[in-house]
């Protein structure tokens, strides 16, 4: 059974930075698409960066958009989400996702992903 392990969450204030990381449990399984997504406490799950783990296309929405980077390291089966100048409105839990996409890119649409990591906290305090 694959799984996705993160790490990386935390507390930091507003301006810092913090780097959060998704492990795949093995390496094989048809997956080509990686994506972050977040949810603050009453508020529905929305996607901050997603990865063509073939093509290298990456996304991302308006609101992290010059902010936050994904990356991957194909060795490690892991993908990196890089938080720059983060501000309170970005304290969520903050989950990874994966899925196979028949595109060139993939979109963080979140119904689209069936296989999620657990979540890891993420606190920014102004």
């Known amino acids: 059974q694959v799984q996705l392990v993160e790490s990386g969450g935390g507390s930091v204030q507003a301006g810092g930075s913090l780097r959060l990381s998704c492990a795949l449990s093995?390496?094989?399984?048809?997956?080509?698409?990686m994506a972050w997504f977040r949810q603050a406490p009453g508020k529905e799950r929305d996607g901050v960066a997603s990865i063509h783990t073939t093509s290298d296309t990456i996304l991302y929405p308006d609101s992290v958009k010059g902010r936050f980077t994904i990356s991957q390291d194909n060795r490690k089966n892991t993908v990196y989400l890089q938080m720059n100048r983060l501000k309170p409105e970005d304290t969520a839990t903050y989950y990874c996702?994966?899925?196979?996409?028949?595109?060139?890119?993939?979109?963080?649409?979140?119904?689209?992903?069936?296989?999620w990591g657990q979540g890891t906290v993420v606190t920014v305090s102004s």
């Open positions: 093995r390496s094989g399984y048809n997956i080509n698409c």
């Open positions: 996702a994966a899925r196979w996409s028949s595109y060139g890119s993939c979109s963080y649409t979140a119904a689209a992903f069936r296989l």
